[in-house]
Nanobody, 114 residues
Framework: QVQLVESGGGLVQAGGSLILSCAAS????????MAWYRQAPGKQRELVAR???????NYADLVKGRFTISRDNAKNTVYLQMNSLKPEDTAVYSC????????WGQGTQVTVSP
């Protein structure tokens, strides 16, 4: 089993920044990818950013140029630096880690006020 602990969500004004982190622990043998998803009220969950074991990243078009995903392999931790936040970024952000299975964090609320 893999446990994920997320932190860093909160309330911020439009234009501000937040950084999310997700630390993985447990039976980690080989992490294939780490990613952040988000789900806003009344909407489907969507991929925000993903980083593979080789360091390849991909981003949702809506966050390109504003968000940066990174990882610390020694700590099995993934980060999401979010800059120039907009009210439409308001959502519950969840961490996803893929090893031989897919694991999800509990989610952290990000609220961006106008």
């Amino acid at each position: 089993q893999v446990q994920l602990v997320e932190s860093g969500g909160g309330l911020v004004q439009a234009g501000g920044s937040l950084i999310l982190s997700c630390a993985a622990s447990g039976s980690i043998f080989s992490i294939q990818s780490m990613a952040w998803y988000r789900q806003a009220p009344g909407k489907q969950r969507e991929l925000v950013a993903r980083i593979t074991s080789g360091g390849t990243t991909n981003y949702a078009d809506l966050v390109k140029g504003r968000f940066t995903i990174s990882r610390d392999n020694a700590k099995n931790t993934v980060y999401l630096q979010m800059n120039s936040l907009k009210p439409e970024d308001t959502a519950v952000y969840s961490c996803n880690v893929v090893t031989s299975a897919s694991y999800w964090g509990q989610g952290t609320q990000v609220t961006v006020s106008p």
